[in-house]
């Protein structure tokens, strides 16, 4: 977007007009160009200065909300995270040898499964420790630039690449005429935006056409049949991350995926060395991305529980955001006094330093903890 400039004269003749207009030119420019980021601060500073900026980065930390909210009653309920409250059930994988290093052959069915899942070759896939790796390990894919991210959005995509540019979702289509890279997250976290496959793959086509790249934060996609860009992916400058975790409901076991070219995943795998992964995140790994049985009636599931956690919102007068199954995001005049309001009642959510209306919440896991968060909403 051009910057508006001064009216300079053809010839000016004394030094001090050509002076005042550059400097004119600057303090145009510095407001032009800063009027966004002085936005988002005021937002961080009304975040921060309510008591709920420390909550702001990532979601979870209980324990420092036990202490911060020493009158709530226990015990606390984590609505701050996105993850599924009804995890795949580890045990079903069978026995761990947990002195055993990780096996290569294993890993290998690991890769195998993950690749059934997706619908990609094998060799397509790289296993990870964690999307959140993949995300902080693209700069050694040397990526093109300019590198842009599309915001609001996960706070690492600001830091995956070298001097990123923030850019909107319907900036999509013009940002990648330009060529470079362009990373996004589909669904969208925390607004849940979904953009369908279809704009993705013309977005990575134009992308192409100049020599560039596309990548796809695919974290929350499972949840959902048909969102995915990966059918697309296989001929195009496409990197997708995948996460395990996010739907399977064990976040904490730190599995996650790059699928793109192999030669593109080469650096990676260079980087990650032998054993990437544990043994038993090889093992939980291979035994859930095969019980299609569970996968499809989860995803049921989270629909209808999406549905309900929307309906209790509405009754409270708030209205839910968002295409993903397992988050709602809520749009309201004061998120920190509602943030505060339901860790009083030992609800944990998630507030966001760049715009203080926004709160976003997980699924509750049990008729318990829907009534408490239905009481927490109604004490207002």
């Not at 309201?332 to 943030?339: G, I």
Request: net charge positive; hydrophobic share 45%; charged share 20%.
């Amino acid at each position: 977007m051009a910057v508006p400039s001064a009216i300079v004269p053809a010839n000016p003749h004394p030094p001090f007009l050509t002076i005042f207009a550059q400097h004119l030119n600057r303090r145009r420019e510095t407001r032009f160009l800063g009027a966004a980021k002085r936005t988002t601060a005021r937002r961080a500073m009304v975040m921060r200065s309510s008591g709920a900026g420390e909550w702001t980065f990532h979601g979870g930390r209980i324990d420092r909300a036990r202490l911060a909210f020493a009158d709530a009653p226990q015990p606390w309920i984590d609505l701050s995270t996105g993850i599924n409250p009804w995890p795949w059930d580890a045990g079903r994988a069978g026995p761990i040898d947990w002195a055993a290093l990780p096996d290569p052959s294993a890993l290998a069915r690991l890769k195998a499964a993950a690749a059934g899942h997706f619908g990609v070759d094998p060799a397509f896939v790289c296993a990870l420790p964690g999307t959140e790796i993949g995300l902080r390990l693209l700069r050694l894919m040397h990526l093109p630039a300019p590198h842009r991210h599309v915001a609001p959005g996960y706070r690492t995509h600001g830091e995956a690449l070298d001097r990123s540019r923030a850019i909107a979702a319907d900036a999509l289509a013009g940002e990648a005429r330009a060529g470079g890279t362009i990373l996004i997250a589909n669904p969208n976290n925390p607004d849940g935006r979904l953009l369908a496959p279809a704009a993705l793959r013309d977005a990575a086509d134009a992308l192409a056409s100049a020599g560039g790249t596309l990548v796809v934060d695919e974290a929350f996609a499972d949840a959902q049949d048909d969102t995915s860009i990966l059918p697309h992916a296989a001929d195009r400058p496409v990197i997708v991350l995948r996460s395990f975790g996010k739907f399977f409901g064990l976040a904490g076991l730190r599995l996650g995926f790059a699928v793109a070219h192999p030669d593109r995943l080469a650096p990676l795998r260079a980087q990650l060395g032998s054993w990437p992964l544990s043994t038993a995140a090889i093992a939980i790994g291979v035994a859930a991305y095969g019980d299609r049985p569970w996968i499809t009636a989860m995803r049921q599931r989270l629909a209808g529980e999406a549905a309900a956690l929307d309906a209790l919102l509405a009754r409270h007068g708030l209205v839910a955001r968002g295409g993903c199954p397992l988050f709602r995001l809520v749009e309201c005049d004061d998120a920190a006094a509602l943030f505060t309001r339901l860790a009083r009642h030992g609800v944990l959510s998630r507030p966001f330093d760049y715009d203080p209306r926004w709160l976003r919440l997980g699924l509750p896991g049990s008729s318990s903890v829907t009534a408490r968060l239905d009481r927490a909403l109604a004490d207002g």
